[in-house]
């Protein structure tokens, strides 16, 4: 028992109850909120992001972290303790370059935007959002600024980058989507030919929503989203968000004539509540019960989504159900024909849309648009059209309009700068999981037989349960013996699509 | 400009911030949120009450509202703010007597109690409910005993009914309560029988819940609930809930095997919405931004409900979408039928689904049953019988278990006691709002031609836009030159259930 701890504990469950009440009002206006509740609604969170900010920092919160920089001190701790406090003192390193003021302006900034995004899109009209995301811009430009550290950052958007990855600056990212580059993009244009003949005109037919819903639903309980700790609605885009390992979040959206989007929608969403769900009870209401980095679960989303998800051993107990809620639209589509499709390489303009083989060339625009934001000052005004140019450059496609252009993700309207990086990331992090999960575990026989809780265990033990308190890194080291190394994911992804296609 | 003001108005801010976040998650438990969430967001919620006591609750706001009881500094503050520093005043005299640590308990407890309350009532077993129900009275005769005073208060029940209806002591209920008892029991005696031949078998027939979503949501936007500025969604019980003035959200509960119950919520919940959403801009984000009190409240959701609601007027335009939507169901039923149904006196068990006359006698029961649990220290044990012998005795229906029994109502899980008598004093406010309305206005040919408006404006002009800085009495006096007088309630339902059954 430790006194220091005790008093920090009450500032601990403050800030804890202030993010959780903050993290609502967000699922809330994304999800339900009516139109014109946003001015006021914005108001209210502003002033709780400003008594969050007040909670972590403050003289009494520095004095006790002071406190605990003694080893007796700190040795008086349980391990959860300890992994909080080391949080805790990250986290308060962050707050505490942030002027309240302009913390408090950004929160209420970011209530608003959102809804602002949602209304531009839906009119496909850059310039409703381009004020809003300048200023959004500013307030990321000026935070990373107050935190740059030329030990570890050598350029701005390095400051960026860490609020999701510590430790991927650019120069590790240059080289990660320089292999992307220069392996993925040529393996594109050899295998892209190569399946432009199977037929997925099936996936623009009509599907009713309701029933769609209803098979999702069914979906999302398959591959072990449990609805007893956790509820799925609608939003523009899908996301997952968590209040606690019991109360976890996630949304989809239809469409009447794409069936494949909410499907991979779901799964995705799904994987990234089970790891929610699956972090030990030890850490709920601590500031390590959540995952670990975003590149830790956008691995567990991408993980569902596509190696299981888009793998022929999940759909063959599944894809009869499927096809007996749309008979008349599957009733020709062979199980063989289905994985083909659903795996077809076609470069299009939407990242969520996206199959696994086109999609890091997506997150690779977006890395290098971001570099060019915080690097090298381009301004709003010229993204819609350097977006463009970057997708035709990438992926010989140009964006019809500004909807599916560079309005398209929720993102950078939520201040999302740097996150996109995490995407391919993960990815490449799940397969390098997959690659070790395949010795211990008879992969394909559990999606063949629905033993999907064979790989959540595995999950669970080797990822999910550790929350925040080991990072990316570590996790990967203590299972492999091996840190991050995207080679698995080239590796995956060439045989993979060589199997498929070539 | 007062700079006390402004010092007072860093709190009142927080204290708002707070209390919304509280709302947010009453409602997002008693709508959403999964099963297993409730034990850690109670925690939360707790945290947050605890906040929002110390917001209120402290030296600074105790000075500065001191330094304003000086008329020199009053008299700076603009007339919202003075009607603020009036609120805060009275919430600081009931909160600071409160000790900060029962208050967080009590809090927690309410958050985890709804959900148990409707898990028992799903089961209709009250055993699962009682232990949470007599902790909850615990708090509820604490608290009360905190507030009691010698002057105001002759019983521990009067300091209860404080909280809802200042003003309306035991002595006075009884006074009302004994009219209702005195007059409209016996009148009841004397309808039910003569309108028994009215056929409402056609209600109970099978309804499709996605049609009557449908109708309702028609319905709600009818009578003027505007979506711009609030959502409707679905609960165990119906129940309105408002963050702001435009922020405002309904809830709904649908039956297969009953039509009319979905229909009159609907009505009856709008009613309370749109008071809520008529509140003045001025008041929007502070401590009177909400309607004044329950009974005004109830008078406007009643008002809604009966006396728009189940008026022939009403219907007239209405009536034949009605049945189009349900054409097998009602394609028998003629408009006078369906009047004489919709209003038809039926003893029976259930409050929510009384008819207008029958109505203030499931409420006489809650108030005597209240004074029993505060003033005669009834234990929670005993209820059930109490309760189904009341009905027996006032209503002559026996409950068949505790769902239709005891259980029926939401509000003492969430620790609504004193809450009741607002419902019948509601009705007799709505009664005299009536009266006077249709001095000024062509009340049926409004509702005849669907110009809701224009009543929606009187209510506006006369009552909502005043949100809490007037009270019940002020807002009748100014409408009408007379504070609250009762017999416009019987003299209403007299005329009204003589000309359609008599």
New interface residues.
């Given amino acids: 028992m430790s006194e220091v701890f005790d008093r920090l504990k009450a500032y601990l469950?403050?800030g804890?109850?202030?993010s959780?009440?903050q993290i609502?009002?967000e699922w809330?206006t994304a999800t339900?909120?009516?139109?014109?509740?946003d001015?006021?609604?914005a108001?209210?969170?502003g002033?709780?992001s400003d008594?969050y900010l007040n909670a972590y920092v403050n003289e009494d919160v520095k004095q006790c972290l002071k406190e605990l920089e003694k080893e007796e001190e700190f040795g008086k701790l349980s391990f959860v303790e300890q992994v909080e406090v080391e949080e805790l003192r990250k986290l308060v390193g962050r707050l505490e370059k942030i002027p309240p003021r302009e913390y408090r302006e950004y929160s209420e900034l970011k209530a608003k935007s959102i809804s602002i995004w949602t209304e531009a899109r839906k009119q496909g009209d850059f310039a409703k959002f381009a004020p809003v995301l300048a200023k959004i811009i500013e307030f990321k430009k000026k935070f990373a600024s107050y935190r740059m550290n030329p030990e570890k950052h050598s350029c701005l958007y390095d400051a960026v980058l860490e609020e999701y990855e510590p430790g991927f600056t650019v120069e590790k990212l240059d080289e990660f989507f320089g292999l992307v580059r220069r392996e993925l993009a040529p393996f594109v244009k050899e295998v892209v030919p190569k399946a432009e003949c199977v037929d997925k005109s099936y996936n623009a037919k009509f599907y009713e929503v309701g029933k769609q819903k209803k098979f999702n639903h069914m979906l999302a309980e398959y591959v072990g989203f449990d609805?007893?700790?956790?509820?799925m609605?609608e939003s523009a885009h899908p996301f997952t968000t968590s209040?606690?390992n019991?109360?976890?979040r996630i949304t989809n959206h239809y469409y009447e004539h794409n069936l494949e989007s909410a499907i991979f929608s779901v799964i995705h969403e799904a994987g990234h509540g089970i790891y929610e769900m699956q972090v030990d009870d030890a850490f709920?209401?601590t500031l390590a019960g959540e995952g670990t980095s975003m590149a830790m679960h956008e691995a567990q989303s991408r993980f569902f989504e596509n190696i299981i998800g888009r793998s022929k051993a999940f759909w063959k107990p599944l894809y009869g159900k499927l096809v007996s809620v749309f008979p008349e639209q599957l009733g020709e589509v062979g199980l063989e024909q289905f994985i083909s499709a659903i795996n077809k390489p076609t470069p299009g303009p939407i990242r969520t849309e996206a199959d696994e083989l086109t999609y890091p060339l997506h997150v690779l625009i977006r890395y290098e648009v971001e570099k060019l934001i915080f690097n090298q000052g381009v301004s709003v005004e010229e993204l819609p059209n350097i977006w463009n140019e970057k997708y035709e450059e990438y992926l010989g496609v140009v964006p019809k309009n500004a909807a599916e252009g560079v309005l398209q993700d929720v993102h950078w309207s939520g201040g999302d700068f740097g996150y996109f990086p995490s995407y391919a990331l993960g990815s490449a992090v799940a397969a390098q999981i997959y690659c070790q999960m395949k010795q211990s575990l008879p992969f394909e026989e559990c999606l063949e037989e629905g033993r999907l809780e064979e790989i959540r265990e595995y999950l669970k033990e080797h990822v999910h349960r550790f929350g925040k308190s080991k990072d990316t890194n570590e996790i990967l080291k203590r299972m492999m013996g091996e840190e991050f190394n995207p080679n698995y994911y080239v590796k995956y992804l060439k045989e993979k699509y060589t199997e498929l296609y070539l």
């Fill in positions: 469950e403050k804890n109850a202030l959780r009440a609502l009002f809330d339900l909120a009516p139109k014109l509740a001015e006021n609604t108001q209210v969170v002033i709780l008594m609805f007893e700790k956790g509820v609605t209040l606690h019991k109360d976890v709920t209401g």
